[in-house]
């Protein structure tokens, strides 16, 4: 209807009858806009809402500015900055989203991996806020070494003898292969030259980092003569990396971590170890598959260990190297140690974090991940059963029928590839072709949420793992469900 009377306005009055951008500006309702946004945001979006109106009007084509070609004067100009407010909303959102981690995966990568708890996040804050003795040695009084904020801690939680931090535990391999490596041999089995999501492959970091690699053994079984026989004159170290994405099983061989650090040291070289995750505790204790720990390497006998601050230990983004401290030492020397150090925040966040390991029986109500990943799934049952009524009613008007059903959580980040955690999801499924259809839509319209909502789609039905949401977040969810379901039928 509205385009029939478009089409019958003739548009050369239409377009004049478009306000100016100055009477637009000064209207009452944008003062609100300009103190919000500001002068300049707000003259972008009336312009750029102007040339719609009037890009619309010329095509004939009812757009959402359609309406008020026949609109009153006054009913125009609020239709236009109506418009206008919802371009500056927009625009003014973060690119960076908080988002309802529904998948399953509690260590997402893509979803930002460890949620951080309340202690690091206060400390990142502080940080953040405040000058703070970051390169300052407050006995002294003069410069000192940012390494020094958690050195004692990470010492005292691994049992190594020193330990520095660099941005992530790729650049830790890196460095490490730098620093120790260059122009000389590792040697690594070959059923461990893995890739890490996000092209990190370990032959290319070698390279890279100007480290020759020696690949010794078959990809399922490698032996100590494999080892023995690889090591020589230009073997700067003798790696082992932790296969943390995978496993290989049947007819297998791996050299213990023990008798690789016997052969590497009887050779005079160092042995190293890239773990990955490396959780700094025995997780069997909370009930969980056991994960080998940096200290359990140290024990061992290697000389050095890598691992990241985002995965099991639940901390910021960093990689940590911990171990020998002439080796140590020559790493932090390396031009690279300075291209690759950490921030403020981040070692405020590391701080507080490694901090709480050393109280390990309150460690699972107080690291954010360790609570998640022990949460029992009667919890989330129940959590289900409170969801449930709340989100019925609006997906069965679009067809869509919701249910609390058993589901198995993942930890992720290459932790544990193969464990599994017992679970509770909400499944939404569709009835008939039109529900199956909407299950699809739904999925869409949680992810365009203003808080979105990001589950899987496995076998034509919905999954809402419910581990990761937080009680706090419940009512969120229930919004977030019902206003999509509404837009569902709407645009039937
Ligand atoms: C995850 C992982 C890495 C990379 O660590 P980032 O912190 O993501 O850079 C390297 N090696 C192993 C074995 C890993 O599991």
């Given at each position: 209807m509205t385009e029939k009377r478009v089409a019958r306005a003739p548009l050369s009055d239409l377009l004049s009858s478009l306000p100016s951008v100055d009477r637009l500006v000064t209207h009452a309702r944008a003062g609100d806009l300009i103190k919000a946004h500001g002068r300049d945001e707000v003259l972008r979006a009336v312009r750029n809402v102007l040339e719609s109106a009037r890009a619309q009007w010329r095509s004939g084509k009812p757009g959402g500015l359609a309406a008020t070609a026949t609109a009153t004067d006054d009913a125009l100009l609020v239709a236009l900055l109506d418009a206008a407010s919802a371009e500056l909303d927009a625009r003014a959102r973060p690119n960076l989203r908080q988002v309802l981690?529904?998948?399953?995966?509690?260590?997402?990568t893509n979803l930002g991996r460890a949620v951080m708890p309340r202690e690091a996040i206060e400390a990142m804050a502080l940080a953040a806020a405040e000058p703070c003795a970051?390169?300052?040695d407050l006995g002294e009084g003069r410069r000192g070494d940012r390494d020094e904020l958690v050195e004692e801690l990470l010492c005292e939680l691994s049992g190594a003898e020193a330990a520095t931090v660099v941005n992530n535990n790729a650049a830790a391999v890196f460095l490490l292969l730098n620093a120790l490596s260059s122009r000389k041999q590792t040697v690594v089995s070959r059923g461990e030259l893995i890739e890490i999501g996000g092209a990190f492959r370990i032959p290319d970091i070698m390279q890279r980092a100007g480290a020759k690699l020696v690949e010794v053994g078959t990809t399922n079984r490698t032996h100590a003569s494999d080892f023995e026989a690889a090591i020589?004159?230009?073997?700067a170290l003798v790696m082992k990396v932790h296969t943390s994405n995978y496993i290989v099983q049947g007819f297998t061989a791996a050299v213990p971590e023990s008798e690789l650090a016997s052969i590497a040291h009887a050779h005079g070289v160092p042995f190293v170890v890239d773990?990955?995750?490396?959780?700094?505790?025995?997780?069997t204790q909370y009930g969980l598959p056991a994960e080998p720990t940096p200290r359990d390497s140290i024990a061992q006998g290697a000389d050095l260990v890598t691992f990241s601050g985002?995965?099991?230990?639940?901390?910021?983004?960093a990689g940590i190297i911990v171990g020998r401290k002439d080796l140590i030492q020559k790493i932090k020397k390396n031009p690279l140690k300075r291209a690759l150090r950490v921030g403020k925040i981040t070692l405020a966040g590391l701080e507080a974090v490694l901090r709480l390991y050393r109280d390990p029986a309150s460690l699972p109500g107080r690291l954010t991940v360790l609570t998640l990943l022990t949460r029992p799934a009667a919890h989330m049952q129940e959590q289900a059963l409170r969801l449930l009524p709340g989100v019925s009613a609006a997906l069965d008007a679009v067809d869509l029928v919701a249910s609390a059903v058993p589901a198995l959580s993942q930890i992720g980040s290459?932790?544990?590839?193969?464990e599994r955690l017992p679970s509770v999801a909400l499944s939404v499924a569709g009835r008939g072709r039109a529900g199956e259809r909407n299950v699809v839509l739904l999925e869409r319209k949680l992810r365009a949420s203003p808080t979105p909502v990001i589950g899987r789609i496995q076998d034509k039905t919905l999954l809402l793992d419910?581990?990761?949401?937080r009680p706090d977040h419940e009512e969120v969810l229930v919004r977030s469900v019902c206003d999509a379901a509404s837009q569902i039928g709407k645009s039937r």
């Open positions: 981690n529904l998948t399953g995966t509690v260590l997402h970051l390169e300052y020589g004159a230009r073997t773990l990955g995750s490396g959780t700094l505790i025995d997780l985002d995965k099991l230990l639940g901390g910021p983004q290459g932790s544990l590839p193969v419910l581990r990761c949401l």
